[in-house]
């Protein structure tokens, strides 16, 4: 996109020469010969970039300045040129937001390099700004999905608490979307302008995990050449998010514990303390409280960061939510394919449902890409999926023994007898297939479907096939 420039200079010459000087560059160029026709035309148009003369007859170049800053949401960068006689008003210019200025006469080359990186300043701002507003609106409530009681109160839990600076824990097995969650407590704050870091405390050893969360001073250690911030200063004003806070060695906890209380950093090799204000966020796949118990974690810092706990509920407890989920990871997939719609058959669904993901969310969105990648036909089907989730056993999470009791032997039998069915519908009533899918002997699912009323009408399906038919004439012969 052209970039778009308002020239403002009494010396009409010099307009006319900088027009030609910065139109052969590619940019769109208006002009303005004084303070009042500058501010009318900023009321009316949006500018990338200012170049304004400090002193005119109808007033200051400062006001034209302050005019942009005041009327143009988006930012503008503003270059002031003035004689060597008036640089204080120049660096004046600077205090109130000028990005430079440039003394006149001014050497060609040396202006069209600062006008270049003054609009490459902007671009990257607007570029940022663009990538921010992604990230808020990736991280909405909305686009975590979840409609189960458990989600929704999870939700409404995360959007109260989003507005505080108060330390969450984040509890959950691998895979529930514990990072995901504290990304929207981030975005949805007061501190979402600022940074979100993270850091897996259990992917590094002590003394990096150390220079990698306070920094360090140049020749603190073997290595160490240059000073370097820690994720604490860096995250200053914003958030900070210790996954994997369980891995945590005791010696790290002590130095996390001390931080924390404090509210400051000491680099390593330093002496000065440092300042910080940082919203920490911690989570976990691990049960800290049995590890307290078990002397491998701190009770005095597991209360530091339980100040607001948040338990993620894993996938197979909220089975309501996988069709809403399989919809989504596969419209998304779908899209990088080219696959305007993405049709799961209602056996493919109910073995996506009664799958028991141990790898909760992360392991369902891998399954739809892996099934979609190797897709092809109008509808996925039960045979379309991995073979793990196709052997799906029914999970016992949810059964309720009744008051009265229950014939275990007569509702074994029953759900045997349910499965049984479906595997031979599935293999088109083939028992040796059937009884595979089953993970049975042949022997087994023989005595089995004899038992539940199945042998005469699978004997008629094999009677049926090709192959079988083949076999009997040949033993007809044989004979």
Not at 23 to 40: D, F, M, R, W
Request: charged share 30%; glycine share 6%.
């Amino acid at each position: 996109m052209t970039s778009r420039l308002l020239i403002v200079d009494d010396e009409q010459s010099l307009l006319e020469f900088l027009v030609l000087l910065l139109s052969k560059e590619g940019y769109e160029i208006e002009t303005a010969p004084n303070v009042t026709e500058a501010k009318e035309k900023i009321a009316q148009n949006r500018y990338d970039l200012l170049l304004c003369d400090i002193t005119m007859p109808d007033g200051n170049g400062l006001e034209v300045l302050e005019t942009i800053k005041l009327q143009q949401q988006d930012p503008s960068a503003v270059i002031m040129m003035t004689a060597h006689t008036s640089t204080e008003t120049a660096v004046e210019a600077m205090k109130l937001g000028a990005y430079d200025y440039i003394c006149k006469p001014f050497d060609v080359e040396e202006l069209k390099i600062l006008v270049k990186k003054a609009l490459e300043k902007i671009q990257l701002y607007d570029e940022n700004a663009y990538l921010r507003k992604e990230l808020e609106n990736r991280y909405t409530f909305s686009n975590i999905i979840g409609r189960s009681a458990r989600m929704l109160k999870i939700f409404a839990t995360v959007e109260k608490i989003a507005r505080t600076a108060s330390t969450v824990l984040v509890q959950g097995e691998s895979g529930t979307g514990k990072e995901l969650i504290a990304r929207a407590i981030h975005y949805n704050s007061p501190r979402s302008t600022k940074r979100f870091l993270s850091v897996n405390c259990g992917a590094l050893p002590d003394n990096l995990l150390e220079s990698e969360l306070f920094g360090h001073e140049r020749g603190a250690f073997t290595g160490a050449v240059k000073q370097k911030q820690g994720l604490f200063s860096e995250a200053h004003e914003g958030t900070l998010f210790l996954d994997e806070i369980g891995e945590m060695t005791p010696v790290m906890q002590v130095k996390l514990l001390r931080t924390l209380q404090e509210r400051t950093v000491r680099k390593v090799g330093g002496t000065r303390e440092e300042d910080i204000d940082v919203r920490v966020i911690a989570a976990t796949n691990r049960d800290l409280e049995e590890q307290i118990g078990e002397g491998e974690f701190r009770e005095d810092l597991f209360y530091r960061i339980n100040v607001i706990p948040i338990m993620l509920p894993p996938l197979r407890q909220r089975r309501e939510d996988i069709p809403l989920l399989v919809e989504h990871f596969a419209s998304k997939v779908g899209r990088t394919l080219g696959l305007e719609k993405v049709p799961f058959s209602r056996e493919a669904m109910r073995l996506l449902e009664q799958y028991d993901w141990p790898g909760n969310v992360r392991e369902l969105e891998n399954v739809v890409e892996r099934t979609l990648a190797l897709w092809s036909g109008e509808t996925i089907s039960a045979e379309d999926l991995p073979r793990a989730v196709g052997r799906a056993t029914p999970t016992t999470e949810g059964i309720v023994l009744p008051e009265d009791g229950i014939d275990l032997e007569v509702y074994l039998d029953d759900i045997r007898r349910q499965l049984m069915e479906q595997a031979l519908e599935r293999t088109g009533w083939v028992q040796t297939k059937a009884a595979e899918t089953l993970g049975m002997t042949f022997r087994s699912f023989r005595y089995y479907a004899k038992k539940a009323g199945f042998k005469g009408r699978a004997s008629a399906a094999e009677a049926r096939r090709p192959d079988t038919a083949a076999r009997s004439t040949e033993g007809q012969a044989d004979s």
